[in-house]
C-alpha cells in the first residue's frame, strides 16, 4: 500500500512537473565560521556556502501550485578535516491542490515542512520535521519530509490531517559535542564522542508517523492543539558495551535506536494592550527508554527515559517601542533537542533587536541564561550570548557579522561540552 | 414676473448653498470614502521609498481588497528577499503577517502596529486605518482652503477608539468631487507625516489616486505608491482574505 502511495506522488508530482513553467528565485549564502578555543585562542574554521535555488508555478485560478527547491551545499571544516565537500539536495518538492473536492479543502504533497507550533524560534510540540545539528552555521534547521497534509478551513479554524509514511531522522553533528538525543546518554556514559559510536541506528524505513491539529479562535486567543505518534527522529542509545581490546584499553560499542513515540501540542497566542503573549508545550510519551551498559565486570542498565508522559514547554512575550526598539523574553523548560525529563533544563532567553539609518543596519542581541532547578544555581548553570549586526547595503543582500560565546559553570550542565566552541561568524547571503 | 424671477433666482442660490451646507463633516469625509472605495480592487503598485541618505528602495505590491477596504490583502513581489510575504488587514484591527519562506502565519501585536511597514513611511496602522475612517474617527471641518491650486473642505478627524496611535488627522477633500487630496498625521498635537494622493483617474465609476505619496517629517524620508495595474469590481472570494487559506 505504502509503494503504491509513494508512486502515485511521483506520477502526479511528475506530471504537474513537467507541464509546468516556473518563475524562479533563490538565494545564495556564505558563511564562514571561526571556533576561538580558550585558553590559546587557537582558531579554526568552518564554511557553509549555500545556492538555493526554488521555482515556484501556480495556477491563474490559484488551485494548483507546485514548489522545486534544490539546494547545492559546500562545506569545509578545520576539525573535521573535511575538505571542501558539494551536496545537491532535492529540499522541497511538492504539489498542492485548493479546493479539491470541496470548497477550503487543501492537499500539499511532497516533500514538505511542518510548522507545529506558534512560539517564536524554539518549539518544544514541533515533532514532525526532523532538524538539522550537523551543520552549525544553520543548526536546528528543519529537513523536509515527504508527506501527505490535508487541511480544511471553515471560518477561523483549521483542521489539518498528515501522514508521513517515510521516517527521515535528523542529522547528527559529527564532530561536535553531542547535545541532540538526550544529550545526556552520552554524558551518562560519559565516555563516548560521536567518533566512537560503531553501531549507528538502523532506519526503519517503514515507520511512518500521522498527526492531527486543530486550529482555532476565541475572544482574541489563537488557539490550537494537535497529537502525534510515530518515530522520534532523535535516537536513543540502546546499549554500550565496554570490552577489552588490548592492555588497560577499553572498546566502546554502542547502539542506537529510534524509540517510538506519542505526543500531545498545545499553543497559543494573543496580544493584550500591544504586547504580544504565546505558548506552547508538547507532552511526549514513550514506552520506557533503558541504556543497558555492559562491561567486564557485569552488567548495569540507565534509566533514560520513564513511561511517565512529561511536558516541555515555553512561554513568552514581546513588545514593539515607538522608537522601533523591540524586546522578546522567553522561559523554556527544556530545548526542543533534549529527550527525558530527567534531562530538561530552564532557560531564560532575552532577545532584543533594534534597526537603524532606515533599517540599513540591524543589531541584534540573543543572550540564554540556562539553569537547572534540581542544582545550585551558583555552581551550575550556563550562559550563551550571541551578538550580531546585519547589513543591508543593498536590497536584496545582507551582510551579518556575529559573536557567539558561551559559558557553562558545572559538570552537571547539559551544554558543558560547548564551553570551548566561542565563535565568530560572517554571513553574506544575496536573494534573487 | 420680474419679482417672481427674482424670488427664483434668489430661492435658487438659497438652496444651492443650502445644498453645500447641508453635508455633514461626517457625510462628506463618507462620500470621499464612497467615490475611492469599490467594493473589491486589485492593484499592482510600485512602492519607491526614499531613505533620508538618500538611497532608492523600490517594492512591488499586488494587493486586494474587499467590502470597501474592509478587508486588505498585500502580496509583496519584489524585491526577491521579501518576495512572497502577505499581510492581511482585517476590520477590527487584526493584522496578520505570512512569510513565505519560513510558512509562518503571524499575528502582528498592536505595539508593532505603529512600525514602519517594510521600511516605508506607511506603518502598519496607516493601512488598517482606512478601512474605519468613518467609524473610528469623528469629524468636523475646520475651513476651507485650497491645496495644490483645488478648493478643499479640510476635516478635523479625531479618534474614538483609543489604541490608535495618532490623536488627528487633517483631511484635505476637494470639492467639487470629493477626492481626498492630503492627510496630515498628529501625534501628541505634533505633525508626524503627510500623505498627498494625487493623479486621480475614474476607473469603472470610481476615483483612483494612481500616486500616493507619504511624507514623513520627523526623518525626512517619503515613499512613493505608484499603481501600475488597477482591476475594480471583479470577483476575489472572501476566502483570499482569510489567514487559513496562506
Not at chain 1, 505526543?263 to 533503558?290: C, H, L, M, R
Not at chain 2, 481588497?65 to 499581510?87: C, H, M, Q, T, W
Amino acid at each position: 500500500m505504502r509503494k503504491i502511495l509513494l508512486l502515485l506522488i511521483a506520477v502526479i508530482m511528475l506530471n504537474n512537473f513537467l507541464c509546468a513553467e516556473f518563475d524562479i528565485n533563490g538565494e545564495i549564502k556564505f558563511s564562514e565560521m571561526w571556533y576561538i578555543f580558550h585558553p590559546h585562542w587557537q582558531l579554526a574554521s568552518d564554511n557553509f556556502h549555500l545556492l538555493d535555488i526554488y521555482g515556484i508555478n501556480e495556477s491563474e485560478d490559484e488551485t494548483t501550485k507546485l514548489k522545486v527547491r534544490f539546494q547545492i551545499r559546500m562545506k569545509d571544516n578545520d576539525l573535521t578535516n573535511k575538505i571542501m565537500c558539494y551536496e545537491i539536495i532535492p529540499w522541497e518538492v511538492w504539489v498542492q491542490f485548493r479546493d479539491l473536492f470541496i470548497d477550503n479543502l487543501k492537499l500539499k504533497i511532497g516533500k514538505q515542512y511542518f510548522e507545529w507550533g506558534t512560539a517564536d524560534g524554539i518549539h518544544p510540540s514541533s515533532v514532525l520535521t526532523p532538524d538539522d545539528y550537523s551543520n552549525p552555521l544553520s543548526i536546528g534547521e528543519k529537513i523536509p519530509i515527504i508527506a501527505f497534509n490535508v487541511n480544511y478551513f471553515y471560518k477561523s479554524i483549521k483542521l489539518y490531517l498528515i501522514w508521513i509514511p517515510q521516517f527521515i531522522p535528523a542529522k547528527m553533528p559529527e564532530e561536535f559535542p553531542l547535545m541532540s538525543k538526550s544529550g545526556f546518554t552520552m554524558q551518562e556514559v560519559s565516555v563516548v564522542g560521536f567518533n566512537s559510536i560503531s553501531n549507528k541506528p538502523d532506519i526503519d524505513y517503514k515507520g511512518n508517523g500521522k498527526a492531527i491539529k486543530l486550529k482555532f479562535s476565541l475572544l482574541n486567543v489563537d488557539f490550537s492543539t494537535g497529537y502525534f505518534e510515530g518515530y522520534d527522529y532523535l535516537p536513543q542509545v540502546r546499549s554500550v558495551v565496554y570490552s577489552l581490546s588490548g592492555t588497560n584499553q577499553f572498546k566502546v560499542t554502542t547502539e542506537m535506536f529510534y524509540p517510538y513515540m506519542k505526543v500531545y501540542t498545545f499553543d497559543w497566542t494573543t496580544s493584550v494592550q500591544g504586547i504580544g503573549f504565546w505558548g506552547e508545550i508538547g507532552i511526549y510519551k514513550y514506552d520506557e527508554i533503558k541504556t543497558e551498559i555492559i562491561s567486564p565486570t557485569g552488567t548495569d542498565y540507565i534509566k533514560i527515559i520513564s513511561k511517565k508522559p512529561y511536558a516541555n514547554y515555553i512561554t513568552g512575550i514581546d513588545y514593539n517601542f515607538e522608537s522601533g526598539f523591540y524586546l522578546n523574553l522567553q522561559y523554556s523548560y527544556g530545548l526542543p533537542f533534549v529527550r527525558g525529563k530527567d534531562y530538561l533544563e530552564d532557560y531564560i532567553i532575552l532577545s532584543l533587536k533594534d534597526t537603524f539609518f532606515d533599517e540599513y543596519v540591524e543589531i541584534e542581541s540573543r543572550n540564554i541564561l540556562g539553569f537547572n532547578r534540581k542544582y545550585n544555581f551558583k555552581e551550575n548553570y550556563e550562559i550563551m550570548l550571541n551578538q550580531s549586526i546585519s547589513i543591508l547595503p543593498l536590497d536584496d543582500l545582507k551582510l551579518t557579522f556575529a559573536l557567539n560565546e558561551i559559558d557553562t559553570k558545572g559538570e552537571k550542565m547539559l551544554l558543558k561540552e560547548w564551553k570551548e566552541y566561542d565563535s565568530l561568524s560572517i554571513e553574506i547571503k544575496y536573494s534573487f | 414676473m420680474k419679482k417672481l424671477f427674482v424670488f427664483l433666482m434668489a430661492f435658487g442660490v438659497v438652496n444651492l448653498y443650502a445644498n453645500e451646507v447641508k453635508l455633514s463633516p461626517q457625510e462628506i469625509l463618507k462620500k470621499s470614502i464612497d467615490i475611492s472605495s469599490p467594493d473589491t480592487m486589485y492593484s499592482l503598485t510600485k512602492q519607491i521609498v526614499y531613505t533620508y541618505t538618500g538611497k532608492k528602495r523600490v517594492f512591488e505590491v499586488k494587493s486586494w481588497s474587499k467590502g470597501k477596504n474592509e478587508k486588505i490583502l498585500f502580496e509583496y513581489v519584489k524585491p526577491a528577499r521579501v518576495k512572497g510575504d502577505k499581510f492581511l488587514f482585517l476590520k477590527g484591527g487584526d493584522i496578520w503577517a505570512y512569510f513565505s519562506k519560513t510558512g509562518r502565519v503571524r499575528r502582528i501585536a498592536s505595539s508593532a502596529k505603529k512600525s514602519k511597514m517594510q521600511g516605508s513611511d506607511f506603518s502598519y496602522e496607516d493601512i488598517s486605518m482606512m478601512s474605519s475612517l468613518e467609524k473610528d474617527f469623528k469629524s468636523k471641518i475646520i475651513k476651507e482652503k485650497k491645496f495644490d491650486g483645488n478648493k478643499c473642505y479640510v476635516l478635523q478627524l479625531t479618534p474614538v477608539k483609543k489604541d490608535i496611535s495618532y490623536n488627528k488627522l487633517i483631511a484635505y477633500i476637494k470639492k467639487d468631487d470629493f477626492t481626498l487630496r492630503k492627510v496630515d498625521f498628529y501625534r501628541n498635537n505634533k505633525l508626524i507625516k503627510f500623505m498627498i494622493q494625487k493623479d486621480y483617474k475614474k476607473v469603472k465609476g470610481f476615483y483612483v489616486p494612481f500616486t500616493t505619496i507619504m511624507k514623513s517629517v520627523k526623518n525626512d524620508t517619503k515613499t512613493e505608491s505608484i499603481i501600475k495595474k488597477v482591476k475594480i469590481n471583479i470577483n476575489i472570494p472572501d476566502k483570499k482574505f482569510n489567514k487559513n487559506s496562506f
